[in-house]
Structure formats: C-alpha cells, structure tokens
C-alpha cells in the first residue's frame, strides 16, 4: 500500500495480546488522509489499546501497520509522526501550563518566537490562555485535560491520537472543544482518530464512526448509517436511544411475523427473512408516533397499544416510555402546546411504518 491511495493509517488482522490476555482481535481498519474518525466502545472494548498500538506504546501481536504507506511496527513512538493524548492526561508537574504544551515543540527544535506563538493558539483554543503560568496542581481536573489537548495539538502532528478527550468536561465545554476540534481539522487537512465511550458531542463533527466491543469491529461507517442501519444490538445502543425487543421470527403461510415475550406479535415485510431466526427488532423511538386505528389501517402501519409510563423533557423533544405488557417502548415527538399530547397515565395506539423495523441477530 503506498501514499498515493490516500490513505493515511491502515491496519491489516491487527491483533494485540497484552499479559496472555487478547485485547485487539483481526482489526481491519483503514483511515484516508484528512479523516476524523470516531471509535465508539464501552471501558473494556479495546479503543484505548488500538490507539496505543498505532502510536507504538503497545506493539501489535499480528497483523500490520502502516502509516502513510510505510510499515510502522518496528519504528520508535516519537518517529510514527502521531501525537497522542492520554486518557489519564498526565502533565509534567515541574513545568507551567506553557511548559508542558511547549515540551514537543521543543523536541522538535522548532524557533523560540514560533514556538511562542503556537503555544499561545493552542493554549487560546481550549480556552486555558489566561492561565499559563499557572502550575498543574493548581488546575481543575477539567483545567488539566484542556492543557493536555492542547499539548497535542500542538505538535502540529500529521495524525492525531485522542484517548477520551472530554471526559472531565462538562455539557457546554464538550460542545466547545468539539465544534474547535472539527474546525482546526477542517482548516488543517489533519487526519484524526477519537476514542470515546460518549459520543454525543462528538458523533455529530465525526466523518465515520467506528464501534468496537470486545476487541473487535462490529461497525464502521457514517454516523448516519450506523445510526439507521446498526449490524448489531451493540451498534444500535451505542448510537443512540434504540427501541430493541427479544423474540423469534415465524411463517404463517405467506406473512413473517416477529413473536416477542408477552405475546407481542409484530407483522414483518422483508422478503430477505426466509427462515425462523432468533433476533432483535429495532427501530428509533422518532419512528414512532400516537396514531388512531382506522389511520392505522389505512397507512398500513404497525401498531402498539401501551399506557404512558412517563415523560422526559429533551428540549425541543418531548420523549414518552410506554408500557406494552412487559416491553418499554419509547416514543420521541416534537414538542408541542397541544393539549392532545400524551400524558402519565393514558393508554394510547402507536404506530410506524414497516420498513423502518429491521431484525438483528440475536
């Protein structure tokens, strides 16, 4: 693989086994050159670790590794041309603010006067300008981890790393530095990979999503892909709020259904499902809305009675729990002054349309 396909990082059954104990299992991934890519996965998923191997802080047990074209694996950390953020974001506590995020510009040599300049927009970036001659111990976890971030970016690397970059940062910084990340990434041609457990501030700047579990990739893809089209209960939850009910597929003569606990039975028309499986329905809860029987009928929609269990304020979204006899479903609508809108307490009809239910195996 060479430079000229543009791409900046692939891996090829990357593996990495750390103490008898297999991390990272047959990960293929490949990153073009400008990319911001966001890997989503819970605490013992293997995103740390993958970031880790590509800087060179954890060596790949099989597989390959190539950055802009060349085989990286046997090259010192600090000759990979990748900077990364920690996710414990440690900071040299005998150097101020300055200090610390000056550290790699001086590795570089790069001239005191630029050297300056760069510490100062970085540190303007993350909005820690005002206190860079502050020490790290009299910075707020929060303070700490902007010093970090902007270390990183400073290094003005051609890949950059970032293991949970907001995760002491409250609602409106992660917003913030989300929103900064995607314009100095646009304004620069960086290539960026993010690893998070959250990504709520940072699906929405991400060009794809990747979501490990387990060591390995279950999904790669747009966010908007992986948002309708998950390949897996893994992926739908991890994107987002996901209507997910257990059950069965079964012919009755011509027509699928789909057997759920409780006796729900839910019609199906895919023509793809041609044998009884096990598996997930899943659909969003904005696919939902109150419906009456005969608009039921005459839409050709698939409906649910349920009583309103109760009711989450989103803002601009009004979303309602319901109870079908055992299953909780949930419901998103727009939010409204109409006094017809659901309350705690009624029993209403749902609906939505069939081609918006998909079956996950199980």
């Known amino acids: 693989m060479s430079d000229r396909d543009g791409v900046r990082l692939a891996l090829e059954r990357a593996g990495v086994t ?5 991390i990272l299992r047959h990960i293929d991934l490949q990153v073009p050159r400008g990319e911001l890519l966001v890997i989503l996965g819970n605490t013992d998923s293997g995103k740390s670790t993958l970031l880790r191997a590509i800087a060179g802080l954890d060596p790949l047990s099989s597989g390959e ?17 990748a900077a990364m953020m920690m996710q414990n974001f440690p900071l040299w506590p005998n150097r101020s603010v300055s200090g610390n995020v000056a550290f790699g510009l001086e590795q570089q040599r790069m001239k005191r006067s630029v050297r300056k300049l760069r ?60 929103q900064m990340l995607k314009q100095l990434h646009q304004d620069q041609e960086t290539t960026t990979l993010i690893a998070a457990r959250d990504g709520q501030a940072l699906v929405p700047i991400a060009d794809r999503v990747a979501v490990l579990h387990d060591g ?12 309708d089209t998950p390949s897996n209960r893994v992926v739908a939850e991890t994107m987002g709020r996901a209507n997910l009910i257990e059950g069965e597929t079964e012919h009755v003569g011509e027509q699928t259904l789909f057997r759920a606990a409780g006796d729900l039975v839910i019609p ?11 598996g997930t329905a899943f659909f969003r809860p904005h696919d939902l809305r109150p419906v009456c029987e005969e608009q039921a009928t005459r839409e050709n929609q698939v409906c649910f009675s349920g009583r309103v ?54």
């Open 309 to 362: 269990d109760h009711v989450e304020f989103l803002g601009g979204v009004i979303r309602y729990a319901l109870k079908t006899g055992d299953i909780k479903l949930w419901m998103d609508q727009a939010r409204s002054d109409d006094p017809q809108m659901p309350r705690v307490g009624q029993q209403i009809m749902v609906g939505l349309a069939p081609e918006k239910i998909r079956i996950l195996d199980a």
């Open 216 to 227: 390995r990739m279950q999904q790669l893809g747009t966010p908007q892909a992986l948002y």
């Open 119 to 178: 510490i100062q927009h970085a540190l303007a970036r993350v909005g820690m300008l005002d206190f860079r001659r502050h020490w790290p111990w009299q910075l707020s976890d929060s303070q700490r981890q902007r010093v970090a971030l902007a270390r990183t970016l400073a290094a003005g690397a051609r890949l950059n790393l970032l293991d949970e970059p907001f995760s002491t940062q409250d609602e409106q910084h992660r917003r913030g530095l989300a």
């Open 268 to 278: 199906l028309f895919d023509g793809a499902l041609v044998r009884p499986r096990k």
């Open 65 to 81: 590794l190539h950055i802009d074209g060349a085989d990286v694996r046997r090259l010192r950390t600090e000759w990979r041309g």
């Open 18 to 22: 750390i103490d008898h104990r297999e």
